[in-house]
Every structure is written in C-alpha cells, then in structure tokens.
Antibody, heavy 113, light 112 residues
C-alpha cells in the first residue's frame, strides 16, 4: 500500500525557515517524480514544486522560486521541501503527492508573528 | 501560466441524478508526447485530494464507472451518471502538461 507521511509543519515567524519531510513507503520511491501541493485555509489547491525521480530536474511556481527548494533522498525514500524567507501568504496545508494520485495527509504551516 | 476555468462553482444534485463539470484551459493541453495530461480530483470534506481520472478519460483503479471524463485540447468535462452520497465534496481539474501545473478553482458538489 502506498503511504506518504508529511512532517515538520507548525508555526513560524515571517522571514524564518522551515523544512518539511515526506516519508514514502509501499512503492519504489526512486522510480517516481514527486511534488508538493499546498492549500491555503478555505482556498483551492496550488501546485508548489516537482522533482524528477532522480532529483536531476526541479520545477517551481514563480512565487516560491528562490525561496523554496525541493529535494529527495532516494536511499531514505524521503521527499523534502526547504522553505526560506517565509511569508504570511505561504500559510497553508502542504501535501506531498506522487503522480497526483497518491497524497499524504498534509501538514499545516502557519507563518505569523 | 495555463488558466483552468472550471464551472460551475457549485452544484446541487439529488441522489441518482447526473452531474457535469466543465474545465476549459487557456491553451492546448496536448503535450509533446501527444498525451493530454488532464486530471480530475475529488477532495471530500476534511480529507486529502483523491485522483479520479487521468489523461482526460482514464479512471483510476477503484473509481466507479459512474464517473467519466471526456474532452480534448482545451475543453474537458467530468460527468457523474448517478450521484451518490459519497460523491459530495470539491472537484478540481488539474493540468499536468505545462509548468507551472495549474488547478481549476474547484466545483463544490452538494446534495439536494
């Protein structure tokens, strides 16, 4: 059974950093591209970033480019999202997803002073 | 960026009745491979999204055949032949052809 479990969220002040993790199991992690998608409170879904199966290619939405870094450790079957210079508009539930078919339960990130 | 215009914003349907949701993209979603990366997802209240359909019309495993997807290029439709209570939630279309990937704004399906 495919499982994706996010961790690392919480409350953070504007301008600070936070790193999210997504532990994957139930499939060969190194064979699949992965992505982060977020959802601000009461809002719709928003794609954030995608990484290729081997980490060689990464893609970001403009609003996080230069601030967020998606990465992966295939030996640990774990996906990461390093978020720097956080803004209030980054407040959201962050989901990791494989193929947009399998989704984690989401982790809440609140950026507030 | 590709804009995904999803209509209607909300839909009130009685059990057993059909439902239809439209999604129009601002540019063709046919990729260089010739494939069209248009997905439909359902997010039930308090839950993570769940993909129902990929590549315009292919049902994910375990998705009942009451759901169907159709369309091409820039114009896509999700149809539910007979709505059931378990179908309520917010439906999103998602294009995965062009970066940045973009979602429609969502259609809230409520039971009448």
């Amino acid at each position: 059974e495919v499982q994706l479990v996010e961790s690392g969220g919480g409350l953070v002040q504007p301008g600070r950093s936070m790193k999210l993790s997504c532990a994957a199991s139930g499939f060969t992690f190194s064979n699949y591209g992965m992505a982060w998608v977020r959802q601000a409170p009461t809002k719709g879904l928003e794609w954030v970033a995608t990484i290729s199966y081997d980490g060689s290619s990464t893609y970001y939405r403009d609003s996080v480019k230069g601030r967020f870094t998606i990465s992966r450790d295939n030996a640990k079957s774990t996906l990461y999202l390093q978020m720097n210079s956080l803004r209030s508009e980054d407040t959201a539930t962050y989901y990791c997803t494989r193929d947009h078919r399998y989704w984690g339960q989401g982790v809440m990130v609140t950026v507030s002073s | 960026d590709v804009v995904m215009t999803q209509t209607p914003v909300s839909l009130s349907v009685a059990i057993g009745q059909p439902a239809s949701i439209s999604c129009k993209s601002s540019q063709s979603l046919v990729g260089t491979s010739g494939k069209t990366y248009l997905n439909w997802l359902l997010q039930r209240p308090g839950q993570s999204p769940k993909r129902l359909i990929y590549l315009v019309s292919k049902l994910d495993s375990g998705i009942p055949d009451r759901f169907s997807g159709s369309g091409s290029e820039t114009d896509f439709t999700l149809k539910i032949s007979r709505v059931e209570a378990d179908d309520l939630g917010v439906y999103y279309c998602l294009q995965g052809t062009h970066f940045p990937y973009t979602f429609g704004a969502g259609t809230k399906l409520e039971l009448k």
